[in-house]
């Protein structure tokens, strides 16, 4: 499934579910914030070395997928409300800091 058929299959979820009046911009930064807070979470006290093995551990690593999939889920839905390109606007930035950041 390509980024478009995310969003429009998120759309579809929330439409289904009447969510759409409290899919906001600004409640959708605020949902994207938590999730993230969250993956932070899963990471705070471990090591650099415990951190790079992470996934290993199959509850750690189902935790881990889960909060990404709520970090991307949030912010397809607000690239949507917002009309912005998700792609697109990562390869513009890409192009912005290779300027900026030369080799």
Not at 47 to 57: G, K, L, Y
Request: glycine share 2%; proline share 6%; aromatic share 6%.
């Amino acid at each position: 499934m390509d980024v478009a058929g995310l969003q429009r299959r998120l759309a579809e979820f929330a439409a289904a579910r009447n969510w759409q009046p409290y899919h906001t911009p600004k409640n959708l930064v605020a949902a994207l914030s938590v999730e993230a807070s969250e993956l932070v979470e899963i990471f705070q006290w471990l090591t650099p070395e415990e951190s790079a093995r992470v996934m290993a551990d199959p509850d750690t690593a189902h935790r881990v997928g889960d909060e990404v999939a709520d970090v991307l889920a949030y912010l397809l839905q607000l690239c949507e409300v917002l009309g912005i390109d998700p792609l697109a606007a990562l390869n513009a930035k890409i192009d912005r800091n290779e300027h900026r950041f030369p080799i």
